[in-house]
């Protein structure tokens, strides 16, 4: 799987388009649905910017993740998290894909449910193990078992995961076809 870029069909760019308006696109899912990818993906199709809230949050804090769970721990870290996605999600149209558990703190939530359309990339547990054991840089992974940490986290996740506007099935074909994917929704979404 590489990161270049098919064109996706121009129809489809212009309805998704219309369909998002000035609204922001919030991409949210467990680590390795593909958020970060598929999102700065999206974006390039859109022609909107694209932004990561754990790139904004590693930014400001001039601090890794990892070491922000180490040296203030998991409860500091989604206060800033929140405060990180209510400024992102100000103004729009843009592209801004979250952390995997953002959408699962009541604050960051209502910020996320306030400043646009949802996408929750949904993935298979074997789909996100095979992506997310390559690295060790998710610091809720570094448990003894650590796949049966994400199915755990999927099991109590989910359910919340599940309030999004779209849901989008995230499994291993092209990243394009993920992007074409994405876009249909938002562009179907409105006629419902
Ligand atoms: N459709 C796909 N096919 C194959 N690999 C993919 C696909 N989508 C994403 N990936 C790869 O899976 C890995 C994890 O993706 P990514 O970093 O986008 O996940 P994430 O949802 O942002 O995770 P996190 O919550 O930890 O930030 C990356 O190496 C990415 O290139
Ligand atoms: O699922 C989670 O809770 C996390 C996912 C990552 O994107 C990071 O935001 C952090 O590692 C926490
Ligand atoms: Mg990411």
Same mark, same amino acid.
């Given at each position: 799987?590489?990161?270049?870029?098919?064109?996706?069909?121009?129809?489809?760019?212009? $309805?998704?388009?219309?369909?998002?308006?000035?609204?922001?696109?919030?991409?949210?899912?467990?680590? #390795?649905?593909?958020?970060?990818?598929?999102?700065?993906?999206?974006?390039?199709?859109?022609?909107?910017?694209?932004?990561?809230?754990?790139?904004?949050?590693?930014?400001?804090?001039?601090m890794t993740i990892s070491?922000?769970?180490?040296?203030?721990?998991?409860?500091?870290?989604?206060?800033?998290?929140? $405060?990180?996605?209510?400024?992102?999600? $100000?103004? #729009?149209?843009?592209?801004?894909?979250? #952390? #995997?558990?953002?959408?699962?703190?009541?604050?960051?939530?209502?910020?996320?449910?306030?400043?646009?359309?949802?996408?929750?990339?949904?993935?298979?547990?074997?789909?996100?193990?095979?992506?997310?054991?390559?690295?060790?840089?998710?610091?809720?992974?570094?448990?003894?078992?650590?796949? !049966?940490?994400?199915?755990?986290?999927?099991?109590?996740?989910?359910?919340?995961?599940?309030?999004?506007?779209?849901?989008?099935?995230?499994?291993?074909?092209?990243?394009?076809?993920?992007?074409?994917?994405?876009?249909?929704?938002?562009?179907?979404? !409105?006629?419902?």
């Amino acid at each position: 799987m590489n990161d270049v870029t098919e064109p996706v069909s121009a129809t489809l760019v212009e $309805r998704a388009k219309r369909a998002l308006g000035k609204r922001n696109l919030v991409f949210i899912g467990l680590m #390795g649905a593909g958020k970060s990818a598929i999102g700065r993906l999206t974006a390039q199709a859109l022609g909107v910017p694209f932004v990561d809230s754990d790139h904004e949050i590693e930014r400001v804090s001039r601090m890794t993740i990892s070491d922000l769970f180490a040296t203030y721990g998991e409860e500091e870290f989604r206060a800033l998290e929140a $405060r990180v996605l209510k400024r992102l999600l $100000r103004s #729009g149209p843009r592209v801004v894909s979250t #952390g #995997g558990g953002a959408y699962i703190n009541e604050r960051s939530r209502r910020h996320i449910k306030r400043g646009g359309l949802t996408v929750w990339l949904n993935a298979e547990l074997d789909v996100l193990w095979e992506r997310v054991n390559k690295r060790d840089t998710r610091p809720l992974l570094k448990t003894e078992n650590p796949k !049966q940490t994400l199915e755990n986290l999927m099991r109590a996740r989910y359910p919340i995961y599940a309030e999004a506007d779209l849901t989008v099935l995230s499994r291993d074909v092209k990243k394009e076809a993920m992007v074409e994917e994405v876009l249909a929704a938002i562009a179907d979404h !409105q006629k419902a």
